[in-house]
């Protein structure tokens, strides 16, 4: 049973940083794609940056420059370095997984989430 498990969110002031992580487990094969989306109160949830097989990656244009994504294999971990945090950054942050086709930026396409991690950021 494939498990993702979110760490590291928190509450910071404006152009602080912080790095998310998701444990998964589970599994013993690779993921197509792993992402990280967010979701913030009243809004619908919104691919943050995504990571292919091929370790390509994607961002959404609001956090490119600020964000990076990316996987260590060997721990199963993906991670999500957050700096010049922005108010407009605070949601609930998730964790997500597929290996099925389909575009990455669609929730839709994932069947692997984690429980979330909330991100606030004041300013």
């Known amino acids: 049973q494939v498990q993702l498990v979110e760490s590291g969110g928190g509450s910071v002031v404006a152009g602080g940083s912080l790095r998310l992580s998701c444990a998964a487990s589970?599994?013993?094969?690779?993921?197509?794609?792993m992402a990280w989306f967010r979701q913030a109160p009243g809004k619908g949830r919104e691919v943050v940056a995504y990571?292919?097989?091929?370790?390509?990656?994607s961002y959404r244009d609001s956090v490119r420059g600020r964000f990076t994504i990316s996987k260590d294999s060997a721990k199963n971990t993906l991670y999500l370095q957050m700096n010049s945090l922005k108010p407009e950054d605070t949601a609930m942050y998730y964790c997500?997984?597929?290996?099925?086709?389909?575009?990455?930026?669609?929730?839709?396409?994932?069947?692997?989430w984690g429980q979330g991690t909330q991100v606030t950021v004041s300013s």
């Open positions: 589970g599994y013993s094969y690779s993921f197509s794609c």
């Open positions: 990571i292919i097989s091929d370790g390509s990656t």
């Open positions: 997500a997984a597929k290996n099925s086709r389909g575009f990455c930026a669609d929730p839709v396409n994932f069947g692997y």
